[in-house]
């Protein structure tokens, strides 16, 4: 059931813009506004769903589709992937590269830390990943 004050599904929708990564039937996928690190992409169902574990399409599949071009832009092997649920309630998973010990993070993903990219970064990480898209 799609949510009308959902500001997920208005992405969906295309009434709120985003940084788009990919698209299918089902799912969509765009950079987080506020990245943990470059490339922090979410995962979501086009339909409105509260959990992730609601999610009645095949989440495994398309995770592994943007996982391995995460991997790939940013040649890496570590793309960190979480749930939380707890500011937007429309089901989506993180996922976030790390590079090495240098990029401002220490030796694990620091949740509480964001880090700042313009509009012209934020354009061309997206099409970088959608240019890693197998
Ligand atoms: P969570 O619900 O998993 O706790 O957090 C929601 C995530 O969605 C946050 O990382 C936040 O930065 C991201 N977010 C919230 N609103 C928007 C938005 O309008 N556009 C995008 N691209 N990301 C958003
Ligand atoms: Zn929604």
Not at 78 to 85: E, I, L, N, P, T
Request: glycine residues 4%.
């Amino acid at each position: 059931m799609e949510n009308e004050v959902c500001i997920f599904c208005k992405i969906t929708k295309g009434e709120i813009p985003c940084y788009k990564v990919f698209e299918d039937n089902n799912f969509l996928a765009f950079l987080d506004i506020t990245p943990k690190n470059k490339g922090h992409t979410l995962l979501i169902p086009k339909k409105h769903y509260r959990w992730v574990w609601e999610v009645e399409e095949d989440y495994s599949k398309v995770s592994n589709k943007i996982a391995n071009a995460l991997k790939k832009t940013f040649a890496t092997d570590w793309v960190v992937s979480f749930v939380m649920g707890q500011d937007v309630p429309h089901a989506h998973i993180h996922f976030v590269p790390r590079f090495d010990e240098t990029d401002g993070h220490g030796p694990l993903i620091d949740i509480s830390k964001t880090v700042n990219l313009s509009k012209e970064e934020m354009e061309d990480i997206a099409k970088k990943i959608q240019d890693s898209l197998e």
